[in-house]
């Protein structure tokens, strides 16, 4: 009866493991209601709230070129673009948009110019790392945008709408390689869990694999010679897919 409760239990935590996809295990940091961060649980957020958080940059571009293309300051273009549209202002990227663009436009009305505030802009603390340095750089990109508008008088909307654009491309390219490497990080954990499956199947048949494994030298040395694989294999594999993440992010 112990070896049938054994059998399922390895089943059922191998199918469990199989059924859950790679991206899903991935736990992100949000915001509560009160402000304070909080860690929300892996089925109900990363994959989409981070591509939703990251495109509300492409939205803040459009919404500036908009406004600057209408007649606005570039103090009220500011404001407006950080108030109006911002449906999502409960995540951390949201509410530090929000505080970026009151801080540009009361920067701008004090005699500072755009670029300068924009480049003095405290860092974000939107607790993951990623969306932290999409922030940062997408802030330095739209610094540079107004150096060269300054410098060279050439439109800020088309600037802002050619800095959106590529935004979108980039972020279309992640999609893509995420959907790519989805099937080797499924095919890792399929063959990590191979062996308790075999284990489990062993028992259901009426083996005893375990007190072979355990209480034998072959099987001892079986087990540390596979458990040792295994690692390796593990390692080796995450290696190739951060080197193909690392290529395909260039």
């Keep these: 009866m112990s070896t049938l409760v054994v059998s399922c239990l390895c089943l059922a935590g191998g199918a469990a493991a199989l059924l859950a996809g790679p991206a899903h295990r991935v736990r992100s940091i949000g915001l509560s209601e009160s402000g304070v961060p909080s860690r929300t649980p892996w ?133 893509a390689r995420g959907t790519a490497l989805a099937g080797p990080r499924s095919t890792v954990r399929i063959l990590t869990w191979l062996p308790v499956l075999g284990i489990g199947l062993g028992m259901l048949m009426g083996v005893d694999p375990l007190r072979t494994l355990l209480t034998t030298p072959w099987g001892l040395a079986v087990l540390v010679a596979g458990a040792v694989l295994t690692g390796l294999g593990r390692v080796w594999t995450r290696t190739l897919i951060a080197r193909a993440e690392a290529v395909g992010a260039r």
């Design 43 to 175: 089925w109900s957020r990363f994959s989409r709230d981070a591509a939703a958080e990251a495109a509300e940059w492409t939205a803040l571009l459009r919404r500036l070129g908009a406004l600057l293309q209408a007649g606005r300051s570039p103090a009220a273009a500011f404001e407006g673009a950080g108030t109006t549209g911002h449906g999502s202002a409960r995540t951390g990227t949201g509410r530090h948009i929000g505080v970026l663009c009151a801080s540009v436009a009361a920067a701008t009305r004090l005699g500072l110019s755009v670029s300068t505030a924009l480049t003095g802009a405290p860092a974000p603390e939107l607790g993951h790392r990623p969306l932290e340095r999409r922030a940062v750089a997408t802030t330095a990109e739209l610094a540079l945008c107004w150096e060269v508008s300054e410098r060279t008088g050439a439109p800020l909307a088309a600037l802002l709408g050619g800095l959106a654009d590529a935004l979108e491309a980039e972020l279309d390219a992640e999609a």
